[in-house]
Nanobody, 126 residues
Framework: VQLQAYGGGLVQAGGSLRLSCAAS????????MGWFRQAPGKEREFVAF????????YYLDSVKGRFTISRDNAKNTVYLQMNSLKPEDTAVYYC????????????????????WGQGTLVTVSS
């Protein structure tokens, strides 16, 4: 199983980026997907979740209305559209996958995910 995250970069505050995570070696349509981020010196935190059908999605409160998670099961890819970026969004962003993570309980826990991508760095300048 491989998750390849890409799309990060340097952007000014107020700008936008779209992260992608391409999955291989698994039946992507069976997997719930999450995006997490980790800033220097901080713990990894939940950002967004999307269920295997795409029918359920959840967000960290501070990104609601600015970030949108989506997936294309035909392309084995999950996306994170990030708008109105703020300096506090600066972090390494990771995608994660699991078949058993619950859309009702533990979707925001890193421990609930079995597979992880390598991370892509997002830097937002003020």
């Amino acid at each position: 199983v491989q998750l390849q995250a890409y799309g990060g970069g340097l952007v000014q505050a107020g700008g936008s980026l779209r992260l992608s995570c391409a999955a291989s070696g698994l039946t992507f349509s069976n997997y719930n997907m999450g995006w997490f981020r980790q800033a220097p010196g901080k713990e990894r935190e939940f950002v967004a979740f999307i269920s295997w059908t795409g029918g359920r999605s959840y967000y960290l409160d501070s990104v609601k209305g600015r970030f949108t998670i989506s997936r294309d099961n035909a392309k084995n890819t999950v996306y994170l559209q990030m708008n109105s970026l703020k300096p506090e969004d600066t972090a390494v962003y990771y995608c994660a996958a699991d078949t058993t993570v619950s859309s009702r309980s533990n979707y925001n826990s890193p421990r609930a995910y079995k597979y992880w991508g390598q991370g892509t760095l997002v830097t937002v300048s003020s």
